[in-house]
Every structure is written in structure tokens, then in C-alpha cells.
């Protein structure tokens, strides 16, 4: 614990960490090491660790790196934060993250963009941009961070770091800051397929407090690591695994520099006996219009409690009740919340709700319904995270949209609830890392963990 707050000391320039508080970790660190001389053992025991800002933690502050919840000191720990205190890790402070998980790059966040540790002219990629940094610099080996639609896997992939989004419902959202509620997932984000299997074994679990979590017989992510499948022999460990390639995943808008290592990694699966399968997904491209309708609806739902009154900042300066909610909001929420608060009370509106918000939840039952069809002609399905790797920071800032394309290959897993892993396999152009996507059928979170560490 105490070199990794002197790691984090020393690599301040990240922007990584946004909160440190060296007394707490001391205090998780000394309580593991008595743990540990009593005789007790866990794969998480004295381990350290960091957490997304958008958990909320006691000690810590809990910001969603947003000045609406500048200083913020929550008085309990979200669920799986919990259950990562009590599996004995310790934790080394929050994270940076785009404020309120909305965002692709960590630049919109209030404690200022982090940055790459590949390449300090890049982003980190995001929301979960401080949790791959403090990753993939060697800060902690490993971090919690959540998925809405790729934002674990999507700053694994360009900060080249292993991570994973289960299944919807598996994690408990308790103490999750909301974003969308119908999309948002808590993921583990480590080095490799097996340090998340580990770390995912103490995230999952059933939780009266959240009612969409699941209620299933505990699963060991890491028993079947270094396995062959049950219908393959050592040398050809991944027989009988047939992996699917959407052909809207490796079309046009996938750089040559992505392709390339992605497409060396296919044919390492297929030594390793996978057979690889071409489908298709036919609806790929309505995911970032049907997301970017949902996922704002839901936000202006869930952010409407920061009013300066029952949560949050509360400007100095008002005349009546309107000018006090008006002024805390502008004050408190960022653009690129306030964008998502308007388009999202838009869609929702009387007059434009069946138009748009009933539009794109039609949409996204067809896109969970082509996976399944997908999921009868092979078991997984591979492809890009990200259609570029990490870029300038600074080059997509201005322009939304643009930011919103680069989501393409992450929304359909998080619009149908499926789990889905970056995995990197290599580097792009200014050699900056690449990472393939596995995509599973519902809970099948074990078998993108053993697909994976047969690859790394
Ligand atoms: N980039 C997406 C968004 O801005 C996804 C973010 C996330 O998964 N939290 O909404």
C-alpha cells in the first residue's frame, strides 16, 4: 500500500487518482495484514486497489467527477465496494472518470482530463479513464470501474488493460451514482483474464438493495481457467468453441491499424482450436441513435435529485425558487450533462415520447433479439472495442457526435444486457494499444474469461 501511494505520488501527472487519503489506506492495510497473520487467505487479501468515482465510499469523497458533488462524503459504501473491502483489498482512493460516466475520452470531467500512460498526448479512452490509467501504469493491479455502453471496455482497449462488463443484473448497482439504471454494470478492470476473474468472483453476487440483481448459485469466474473446454485436449484447448465475426463489426469505419492485430489475434483463437464463424448483426449502426435517446432519458430522470435542495451544489445567487434550481444546475452540471439532461427530457416529452423514447426501446429489443439469433451459429462473438485506437486529446472535444460514433462496437452488448470483454492484442499506429472484444450469451462471463486467458 505504501508503494503504490508513492507510485501514485509520483505519477500525478495522470490525473488518475482524484482522491487519495493515505491514513484510510493504511488503516485497510494493517486490518489485511492481521487478516493474513491470523492465517486467513483470499486472492483479494491485502491486495490494492482503486474505485471508480461513481461508487460511493465512506472516507473517500464521491464525486461522479462532478462539481454538483464537489466534496461529497458518502456516509455508507456502495455494495460492491463493500464486498471488495470485505473479500480484504485495499483501496487506494477514487478515480477520475467523464463526469457522471458520460463520456467516451475522461475529458469531461472536473478534475481535468486524465491521460494515457502509452502516450500523454492521448486519451485514456472512457468513462472508467482513471481506472485503466491506474492499471496500465502499474498503480494498482487492479480497479473498479462500470460499463453503460463500453465504458469499461473501451479505456481497457485503448490504455491496453484487460477488462469486463458482466452480464446486466449481476452486479448490484447500490451506491452506483446513476446514469441510465436499465444499462449501467459494475466490471472489474486488471492485467489480465484471470486477476478479473478473481476480482469479479468478489463483485458478483445477489443484493436485496438493488432489485434488478439476479438471484443465482455463486459462481467460480477462475475455476475453469487454464482448462481445455470439456470437449478439447491441451494442445487444442478451445475445440468445439465457435466464435462469430459480425461482418457490420469489420466493415468500413474500422481503422487498418485496429484490424490488424485483432485479425492476428482471430488466428491465434483458431490454433488454439476455435473455429471462427462469419454472422451478422444487422442493426448495429441503429444502436448509437437508439443508446443516445435511452441512455439521456434515463439520465434526466436519474440527475433531476440534484436540484441544490434534496442533493448537491447550491448556487449563492438566486431571486426565487426557478432562478435557485436554474442557477445550481448551470453551475453544478457540466455541458456535456446538461446536453444529455435536455435531449433526455426532450424525447421523453409529451408529444415527441412515442416518436423517439418508444422508438428506440423497439429498437432495442430487435438489437437484443439479432444477438440471439447471432448466439445460435456461434458461442461468442469477437470483434473491435473501439474503431481507432486512443486519440489526441483535445480532437473530438468539440464535436458530440463524433465522440458518440466512436461507441459503435460496445453499445449493442450494454443495449442487450450481454457481458463483454476487451482483451488487448497488440498495438496501432504511434503504437498505441489495441483491444479485441469478446461478446457472451447471458452469464456466460466464464467462458469470455477462459477464451481470453487461453489467448493471453
Ligand atoms: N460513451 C458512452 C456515453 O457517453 C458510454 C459511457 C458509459 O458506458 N458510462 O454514454
Known sequence: AQDALQRIQSSAQLNAFVDVQPELTLAQARAADERLARGETGALLGIPCGHKDIFVTRGWASTAASNMLKGYVSPFDAEVVDRLNKAGSVSLGKLNCDEFAMGSSNEKSAHGPCLNPWDTQAVPGGSSGGSAVAVAAGLVPFATGTD?????????????????KPTYGSCSRYGMIAYASSLDQA??????????????NHMVGFDPKDSTVVERPAED?????????????LDQPLKGLRIGLPVEFFGEGLADDVRKPIDEALTHLKQLGAELVDISLPRTKLSIPAYYVIAPAEASSNLSRFDGVRYGHRAEQYTDL????ENSRSEGFGLEV???IMVGAYVLSHGYYDAYYLQAQKVRRLIAQDFQAAFTQCDLIAGPVSPTVAWNLGEKSANPTQMYLADIYTLGASLAGLPGMSVPVGFGDKNRPVGMQLIGNYFRESELLQTADWYQ
Request: net charge positive; proline share 6%.
Open 148 to 164: 453503460t455502453g463500453g465504458s469499461i471496455r473501451q479505456p481497457a482497449s485503448l490504455c491496453g488493460i484487460t477488462g469486463i
Open 187 to 200: 466490471g472489474p478492470m486488471a492485467r489480465s483474464a484471470k486477476d478479473c476473474a478473481l476480482v469479479l
Open 221 to 233: 469466474f477462475a475455476a475453469q481457467l487454464g482448462q481445455p473446454r470439456a470437449t478439447a485436449s
Open 322 to 325: 426557478k432562478s435557485m434550481y
Open 338 to 340: 446538461q446536453r444529455r
